[in-house]
């Protein structure tokens, strides 16, 4: 007879089926195969992973929140068709539903969840330390620094944080150039680290795009995060936050690529992360003002009700009023402005927000700035 999941374990625990040995049924083949071991501390992540992907199954069979668990995987399969030749890579796929996704009441994801599991207390303090390693991980955008027969040295965008990453059988060895900007996940401290994704790699021309995206990805985190979490935890959960959006980029970005581009043509720069929702026409522009009273700019600036300041890359957002709630939604910034060589220099996607924001900041800043000129691009 089969044991109903709310009724007593069999096996004499004094737990319900669904939290004992229900748990271990109709687990997949997660074992590592041999010739993907490294000899290396990245085979024990991988190893550990496999027991967080047997909880994450777990979970999805008898969790009282696996309804909600079940939807938010089932939902991003079918938008980003993971594993497929033209969906994104199983390298995002995998760890944001066991690291990133938070779900329930509790709001926790997944891995965090199996730490707080009363047989985890019997792990010892290494195996605890590298399962945190992995809950902690984010994918982020990575700038190559150096490049060394046992390490690849980065930089990572947002933070300016260096990373050393060890070599383990590249396949795209050939592919790194100094310069370059990654997409991808490191797990490991910092200066010990592995790459725990193939990454997405992009040209040096789209590290302002990726910057730029960064700021306002972070500013909405602080939003309502700010208080509550320190810088370091402040930008990784805003990374986690923001997984399925760049997914959605990485995803669309081949869209346009054919089957003979080379294997060493970088993806194109991302579009501008303004997404214009009033109907304008989209245009690149960049406005330019001079500054005439450097001290009175930044605190009149930062004074103004709709625009936020981010200290860490010195950058003002205007925003639309009554938005910005997380989770993260790029459509309600209007513009960003920044201080380069003396100017003011603001970036918006419409020539109709731009004639707005030079009316708004002419009002606002009189006497403190000068109108240069207004710079209009395609977009696309």
Sequence with gaps: MKTGRNELCPCGSGEKYKKCCGMQEDLPDLSLPE?????????EYMQLMQMVAIYHQGLTEFDDDRKELK???KDFEKRFQPGTDHGISDGLYVPWYLFDLRFGKSQKTVCERFLDLDEMKTLDDHGRTLIRHMSDSYAAFYEVAEITQEWIR???????????????QDPYDEEITVGDIWYTRFIGP???AFEFASPYMFSPDAKDDFLMALTVQVVKARKTLGDLI??????????????????????HADDGFDDEMSEDEYLEP??????????????????I???????????????????????RNKTWVWFRKGEGEFPLSPRSVLATMMIKRGRLVCETNSEERAEKLINKLKRALRGIITFEKVEVNEIG
């Design 35 to 43: 010739e993907l071991l490294t000899g290396t501390r990245l085979d």
């Design 71 to 73: 939807k938010a995987v």
């Design 154 to 168: 980065f930089v990572e965008l947002g933070t300016d944080t260096p990373w050393s990453v060890n070599r383990i």
């Design 190 to 192: 910092s200066d010990d």
């Design 230 to 251: 320190g810088p370091e935890a402040l930008f990784r959960e805003s990374c986690k936050v923001a997984l399925t959006s760049w997914a959605e980029y990485m995803f």
């Design 270 to 287: 991302p579009m501008p992360s303004l997404c214009n929702a009033d109907g304008d026409e989209l245009r690149l522009c960049k406005i």
């Design 289 to 311: 003002f001079k500054i005439n009273d450097d001290r009175g700019l930044k605190e009149k600036l930062s004074s103004m009700r709709d625009i936020d300041y981010d200290e």
